[in-house]
């Protein structure tokens, strides 16, 4: 069942979603090298909690962290860990949920850790692109499948990866809720939007193939061939002329 949510509504998830952006602004000024990503994951925890929120993966279906913190080929679930110590040429992708007043909002995204390469510059930038690259086919009345197509056709316009096994997906009462939003597919085709409908957006895109595995953990996800991967995500609500990000402000 997809969730039409009232104005109120919407208004508390922003909410949370304000908590969210201010979170990944924080970890992004400590992602520094030398810095181990289960310092950042606490760092998240604490912060989110300062600020009255809570961190909503913790303990989601047993998961460990207070957000996934993922390194270079690491798509997306990594797990913070004393021993994972960032170094200078990484990107690191912050995948954080905040939960306020019952409500939730998610959001993610992959900074540099010190000076990047070049082919880094081009992943990071064209990921985040193609996230507002397919948010401009939202409204209400239109397909979803426009808003998949779009970010495909982008990626792959610049070489990249789209991978296919993760998404989006409804949210607000829950973490993940109808509908799942692919990040490949057919304009024209999917559930036509409604005002009222909040979803998470996330192109997660890789500098290789698109192809995935898991790791021991059963929990992060990484490019199969060892290239690197970048992941941007808002969540938004739909209007009638078209969407509001909940998590930008």
């Known amino acids: 069942m997809i969730n039409i949510y009232s104005d109120d509504e919407i208004k508390k998830i922003k909410k949370a979603g304000h908590i969210n952006k201010l979170t990944h602004e ?60 960032l170094r200078d040429g990484d990107i690191v992708t912050f995948d954080i949920v905040v939960e306020l007043d019952g409500m939730m909002a998610d959001s993610a995204t992959t900074v540099p850790v010190g000076s990047i390469s070049k082919k880094k510059e081009h992943l990071l930038y064209h990921t985040e692109k193609s996230l507002y690259v397919g948010l401009k086919e939202l409204k209400a ?34 973490m993940h809720e109808d509908p799942w939003v692919p990040n490949f597919g057919k304009y024209g085709s999917g559930i036509t939007l409604k005002k009222g409908m909040v979803i998470a957006v996330e192109p997660m895109l890789t500098a290789g193939k698109r192809n995935v595995c898991m790791l021991d953990d059963d929990w992060t996800i990484v490019t199969e061939d060892g290239s690197d991967s970048a992941h941007f995500e808002h969540t938004v609500a739909i209007t009638e002329d078209g969407y509001e990000i909940l998590t930008g402000e």
Do not use: W
């Not at 690491?74 to 913070?80: A, K, L, T």
């Not at 792959?156 to 829950?174: N, P, S």
């Open 26 to 85: 924080y970890l992004a000024s400590i992602a520094k090298p030398g810095v181990s990503t289960k310092y950042i994951d606490d760092e998240a925890g604490r912060f989110i909690e300062s600020m009255g929120g809570k961190a909503a993966c913790k303990g989601f279906e047993g998961y460990p962290g207070n957000i996934c913190v993922s390194v270079n080929d690491e798509i997306v679930h990594g797990i913070g860990s004393e021993d994972h110590i």
């Open 141 to 174: 009345g239109v397909p979803l499948g426009n808003l998949s197509a779009r970010i495909q056709q982008y990626a792959e316009k610049h070489g990249l990866g789209v991978v296919r096994e993760l998404g989006g997906h409804g949210i607000g009462y829950e």
